[in-house]
């Protein structure tokens, strides 16, 4: 098995591998950093790294699996990225922004905590645009990073490190965040998984875990993955007040698909979709068909107004909260950032009302829908992926010779934190003529988790994660 082999094994594989003692922490530790010593120039997908504590960890790791003591959770030794907005005791977080480049955490989010309880080795934290505003990954303090499955592309943002490193091998597991689409949208981009839970299911930080948009989740390479980092983070912590009760754990066979019925769209009534990203979306639909599924196009009666209530209500909560940073630190901040802050001045207290409304039509629609059907299925993203160093601000951006707005006009994504109950994981469907990869979104209805891992696993022989050639 080559180095290159150890840096893209699944987690269900390496750790059957450490516990028949085939393979050591170790030796996977050892590859991904050589590979990211390779990369990193290439595709910048890290802030920090902790490459000489993750060695030490994964011999303490090797230890336990060699003798009696037994691993010390459920995913010992398995590399993971933590995303810089999800906060490390000891360690900095700066949200992607020169303002905290020196602000050291004193607490680890729940969400990290369970994941490092389970026995995950931190290895690196992943780059993010500040303040995580962006479907791309650019700023100050990181610059750029780059799509490994072509350098000219985004990988998507703002969980764009992480899509990035897992896309190029550097690590195992990874974390994302989501407001707005920002764990589907690299997940989409840089073709792999990344799932939205229903609001409340995996703890959030404070006080964005009153922000009902607001995730934090699960970004791997396979569904099985993907299901392995939910089971262990998902549950009700006294730490967040809006986490569900009890903890969800999905054990049973996932992947059978036959006398479902499963409703899709390609645009969701009103986005402009790119040919290749609709061709793969009709793969997905007709392949379900050929497992036992039953499929039914269906029509939204949703337009532009979805897009107005999330800008208006993202604006309203985060361009508030940025604005009073704004007279100390202004200087340093980025010139999207800025723009959040002037956008928030066009919208008022009763347009943040009518966002809510917004929210409670949407729903109304969707919610009766869902009760006819198992799942549903849409692209993830319009186009497969926007440039590295796209302007979101771009007056002239164009998807199909259409204008659309540069930051929302080319994602599906953030219909869905309106509809935040709802569960979302997105997975692969396909590879675009430039070589990056599409996928799409699989929708349950509230709260039911097991429906969209269902038909996830059902579409990843398929469609699954394919290396970038890089």
């Not at 404070?206 to 607001?214: A, G, I, Q, R, T």
């Amino acid at each position: 098995m080559t180095d290159l082999d150890l840096c893209y094994m699944s987690a269900n594989e390496a750790l059957e591998q450490f516990q028949a003692r085939k393979l050591s922490p170790v030796e996977i530790v050892k590859a991904q950093i050589g590979r990211a010593e390779k990369l990193e120039p290439k595709i910048n997908a890290f802030a920090d790294t902790y490459f000489d504590e993750a060695l030490e960890q994964a011999r303490a790791s090797e230890d336990r699996y060699m003798s009696s003591a037994g691993p010390a959770g459920p995913l010992d030794g398995l590399t993971c990225v933590i995303k810089d907005e999800i906060k490390l005791k000891g360690r900095r977080t700066t949200g992607g922004s020169l303002i905290f480049k020196d602000h050291i955490d004193e607490q680890t989010d729940v969400f990290a905590q369970r994941l490092q309880d389970a026995g995950v080795i931190v290895h690196a934290r992943t780059t993010t645009p500040e303040f995580c505003l962006l479907g791309t990954c650019q700023s100050k303090i990181w610059g750029i990073t780059r799509n490994p499955h072509n350098l000219e592309y985004t990988p998507g943002g703002s969980s764009g490190g992480t899509g990035a490193s897992l896309a190029a091998g550097t690590t195992t597991l990874g974390t994302g965040t989501d407001i707005g689409g920002s764990i589907r949208i690299p997940a989409g981009c840089s073709g792999i998984v990344g799932l939205k839970a229903a609001y409340g299911r995996i703890p959030e930080t404070p006080v964005m875990n009153l922000d009902f948009y607001s995730h934090s989740g699960p970004m791997t390479r396979t569904v099985g993955d993907c299901l392995s980092m939910f089971n262990v983070s998902a549950g009700q912590s006294p730490r967040d007040i809006a986490s569900l009760p009890g903890a969800m754990r999905i054990t049973e066979a996932l992947g059978d698909v036959r006398g479902h019925k499963i409703a899709w769209s390609a645009d969701l009534g009103y986005f402009q979709i790119s040919d290749d990203v609709r061709a793969n979306t009709i793969s997905v639909v007709e392949h379900l068909k050929e497992l036992g599924a039953e499929t039914e196009e269906i029509q939204f009666p949703w337009d532009e107004s979805c897009q107005e209530a999330v800008q208006c209500y993202l604006a309203m909560l985060w361009g508030q909260h940025i604005k009073r940073l704004v007279p100390e630190h202004g200087s340093l901040m980025t010139d999207y950032a800025l723009q959040t802050v002037k956008d928030a001045e066009r919208f008022t207290m009763d347009d943040f009302v009518r966002s809510l409304e917004k929210a409670v039509e949407v729903y109304n629609v969707f919610g009766a829908q869902m009760e006819k059907y198992d799942a549903f299925i849409c692209p993830t993203n319009g186009v497969p992926a926007v440039k590295a160093d796209h302007d979101s601000w771009d007056a002239d951006f164009r998807i199909n010779d259409v204008v659309v707005d540069g930051e929302y006009g080319w994602v599906l994504t953030h219909p869905f934190n309106m509809l935040s109950r709802c569960p979302v994981i997105s997975v692969p469907s396909g590879i675009s003529d430039n070589s990056v990869p599409t996928g799409i979104q699989v929708v349950g209805a509230a709260y039911n988790e097991p429906a969209v891992f269902n038909v996830a696993a059902a579409l990843e022989p398929a469609f699954g994660f394919q290396r970038p050639n890089i």
